[in-house]
């Protein structure tokens, strides 16, 4: 069982580049999230997902794309990286009826020159 | 204003003491009230949930007062390994089960 899983740890993209942060979980959560922590600012949530097929924005989803075509990924997409989208991303899943107990991935390190 | 606000800290304590954290949150329709651990460079991790009557678990204490719109921690008899960031956190939109966090307030324990 190995939980919420992250790749990459850490990357660097240029101005304009795109990438997919990938995550998975293997505990057959309903519940998928993505968060970006920024200092002094606490975690914000960007997308979120209550089942395959079905995703929702959060809080910040500007410049951001979710999917969610099985129960286990829930890969996030940036369109075109910009420096304002360095940050730390976390990825967090949960049971539908149990939102105070998500877990949390081991996060991904994003730096955009 | 943001909707759930912390003492960023850093609250430096010695070995064996007693520290209280506070935390307040904007909406009074919030419905649940946690405390998350994350130590540096990791992800967070749920350490307690807050209920109305208070909670205890070992060290930690935690309590919501409604009327005032705070979550408190309380952590007794300080440990080395406690030293970590402490994050209020408030589920303020059932619908969405999403969690609203506040910034975090750091503690160090000092030998």
């Known amino acids: 069982n190995a939980g919420v899983t992250q790749t990459p740890k850490f990357q660097v993209l240029k101005t304009g580049q795109s990438m997919t942060l990938q995550c998975a979980q293997d505990?057959?959560?309903?519940?998928m999230s993505w968060y970006r922590q920024d200092p002094g600012m606490g975690l914000r949530l960007i997308h979120y997902?209550?089942?395959?097929?079905?995703?929702d924005q959060g809080e910040v989803p500007n410049g951001y794309n979710v999917s969610r075509s099985t129960t286990e990924d829930f890969p996030l997409r940036l369109l075109s990286a910009a420096p304002s989208q360095t940050s730390v991303y976390f990825c967090?899943?949960?049971?539908?009826?149990?939102?105070?107990?998500?877990?949390f991935g081991p996060g991904t390190r994003l730096l955009v020159l | 204003r943001k909707e759930v606000e912390q003492d960023p800290g850093p609250f430096n304590v010695p070995e064996g003491a007693t520290v209280a954290f506070n935390c307040t949150y904007s909406?009074?329709?919030?419905?649940?009230f946690f405390w998350y651990r994350q130590d540096c460079r990791k992800e967070p991790k749920l350490l307690m949930s807050?209920?109305?009557s208070g909670n205890e678990d070992g060290r930690f204490t935690a309590q919501l007062n409604r009327a005032s719109q705070y979550i408190s921690l309380l952590i007794r008899d300080s440990k080395l390994s406690d030293s970590a960031t402490y994050l209020c956190?408030?589920?303020?939109?059932?619908?969405?089960?999403?969690?609203?966090f506040g910034s975090g307030t750091r503690l160090q324990v000092q030998p």
């Open positions: 967090a899943s949960s049971y539908w009826d149990s939102p105070e107990t998500q877990y």
């Open positions: 505990m057959n959560h309903e519940y």
């Open positions: 997902s209550v089942g395959a097929g079905i995703t």
């Open positions: 909406n009074s329709a919030s419905q649940s």
């Open positions: 807050v209920y109305s």
């Open positions: 956190v408030v589920n303020m939109d059932m619908g969405r089960r999403a969690l609203t």
